[in-house]
């Protein structure tokens, strides 16, 4: 996209252009939010096609933890989402028409992975995989958070002659229907994609290391007389999502970061009532009681797993697996679980975030260097001595509990009034402070020790010294941290 007060990167301009990293959920967003200020931008993809994190991942079973009509773009809300809890394919298509909507689709550069981002002579230079180069003012990293698949370390993975594959990368030519099929993983998606398939298994071996508490979530669909209200009175959309906002921060949200909290209390009762009055057997039961309190690690929603998990085809496996043989998980009893298809239900490398695309800041600082003990930003957008170059969900977000596009919102727009700072000519380069930054983390760490995610188990939210990496004050603290920046926080140069 350019306009009359764009160069493209070659010589002077009255306005910035904008180099935006990904077409995902944040990307899409940002390119609109650009767009509708006519402003200059190109957006980079590494894939050949728009979604992100519902592009990467196409399992069984697929669907969202966060209500529908609260999962959309605050401007664009969809009055024909099918249920509650929209599946997969469906927020994926959300997306795809919204770029089509916005003219987005048509101004992505498919298939360019950037592999080189250098602050240069005060400007953004990038450089892609297929060798091209491109230059802009900013850069808006829209790389998500879920896009880099974690593979366990399991000896003999490799020597497997079945079919195997990750929930990221479904094989969707994969014959599942009459096989022996084995999940390695117990987080939402494996518990989504047990309770899909078991019905079409020869059977189905879950392979847990890790109980996970399970809430009972309904997941009803909306009739086509709900939705023709919906399209005939956008109000009511607006006021369900006001009304879903508030109940999911106070009642979720924002008791999780006060382990303590009646809330959470109610929430762990809820858990255990599920378990003790859907799981007949007691022995399972108790192989699927967890050790820690719920909401520690990612609550899972489902109104199926216990169901599923208990059919005559299911195989629920506590034991820790030994290695991957020929035909099978062979576990540390010693005893072999023969399979036809080994999914990888694994998860993501979280830590990633712009990585690993080499990242060079001013001066030549690189960002594995300041990472090298883990990521951390300034309010998850900005860090020391990376000038001009801001991360939408970025670390330390409020990723474990709330919708990431209200998240995205949010940020976009506290981005764009450190932009007008430049825009003003008040500086050319903005950035935190090394100050602020640290008081910022600091302060981080403390008030994560009272939060239900250091309360005694091993999740993807905690860093690799154990402190959670999320946001750890209430949501409506983040909303007030948005609304404008404390720009004594900032380097402006």
């Known amino acids: 996209m350019s306009n009359a007060n764009s160069t493209n990167g070659k010589g002077a301009s009255s306005e910035p252009r904008f180099i935006i990293i990904g077409a995902g959920m944040s990307g899409i967003l940002s390119a609109i939010k650009l767009k509708e200020a006519g402003l200059d931008y190109a957006i980079y993809e590494k894939a050949d096609r728009l979604g992100g994190t519902w592009r990467e991942n196409e399992y069984a079973g697929l669907?969202?933890?966060?209500?529908?009509?609260?999962?959309?773009?605050?401007?664009?809300?969809n009055p024909d989402w099918s249920h509650r809890f929209s599946p997969g394919a469906e927020i994926q298509a959300y997306f795809v028409d919204i770029a089509e909507?916005?003219?987005i689709d048509k101004e992505i550069q498919y298939n360019k992975k950037i592999t080189r981002c250098a602050f240069e002579d005060g400007r953004w230079q990038i450089e892609t995989s297929d060798g091209s180069t491109d230059a802009g003012d900013f850069v808006i990293a829209a790389t998500g958070v879920l896009h880099e698949p974690a593979y366990p370390d399991i000896e003999g993975l490799d020597s497997f002659q079945g079919t195997v594959f990750h929930s990221a990368r479904w094989n969707h030519d994969a014959e599942l229907a009459g096989k022996r099929i084995g999940v390695i993983g117990t987080g939402s998606t494996a518990i989504q994609i047990v309770a899909a398939l078991i019905d079409d298994a020869k059977e189905l071996s879950l392979f847990q290391r890790t109980a996970q508490w399970v809430t009972p979530q309904e997941n009803p669909a909306f009739t086509e007389e709900e939705k023709a209200d919906f399209r005939a009175h956008p109000e009511k959309m607006q006021q369900m999502r006001e009304f879903i906002a508030k109940g999911f921060a106070d009642g979720f949200a924002n008791a999780v970061i006060d382990a303590n909290s009646p809330e959470l209390r109610m929430i762990h009762d809820t858990c255990v009532a599920n378990l003790e009055n859907s799981v007949k057997d007691s022995a399972l039961r108790e192989k699927l009681r967890p050790n820690y309190?719920?909401?520690?690690?990612?609550?899972?929603?489902?109104?199926?797993?216990?169901d599923a998990i208990q059919k005559p085809n299911a195989n629920l496996v506590t034991e820790g697996i030994e290695r991957i043989e020929q035909t099978g998980v062979r576990t540390k009893d010693g005893e072999l679980h023969?399979?036809?298809?080994?999914?990888?239900?694994?998860?993501?490398?979280?830590?990633?975030f712009m990585r690993p695309m080499n990242v060079i800041g001013r001066n030549g600082t690189k960002l594995d260097d300041v990472w090298s003990h883990g990521p951390c930003a300034y309010m998850a957008i900005t860090i020391p001595e990376f000038p001009n170059i801001f991360m939408l969900n970025g670390p330390n977000g409020p990723v474990g509990n709330f919708s990431l596009i209200d998240v995205a919102e949010l940020q976009f727009s506290y981005i764009m009034k450190l932009v007008d700072q430049v825009r003003s000519g008040a500086c050319k380069e903005v950035s935190v402070s090394q100050e602020a930054m640290e008081k910022f983390d600091e302060e981080r760490k403390e008030a994560a020790k009272s939060t239900i995610w250091q309360s005694g188990c091993n999740s993807w939210y905690l860093d690799a010294n154990g402190v959670p990496a999320v946001w750890p004050w209430t949501f409506d603290r983040f909303r007030d941290e948005m609304a404008n920046p404390r720009l004594d926080h900032f380097d402006l140069r």
Request: with cysteine; aromatic share 14%.
């Open 63 to 77: 669907s969202c933890d966060v209500p529908s009509h609260l999962y959309c773009y605050s401007f664009a809300p």
């Open 101 to 103: 909507r916005y003219g």
């Open 293 to 306: 309190r719920a909401g520690c690690k990612r609550l899972i929603m489902s109104e199926d797993f216990y």
């Open 338 to 352: 023969e399979l036809d298809v080994l999914i990888l239900a694994t998860g993501f490398r979280v830590d990633r």
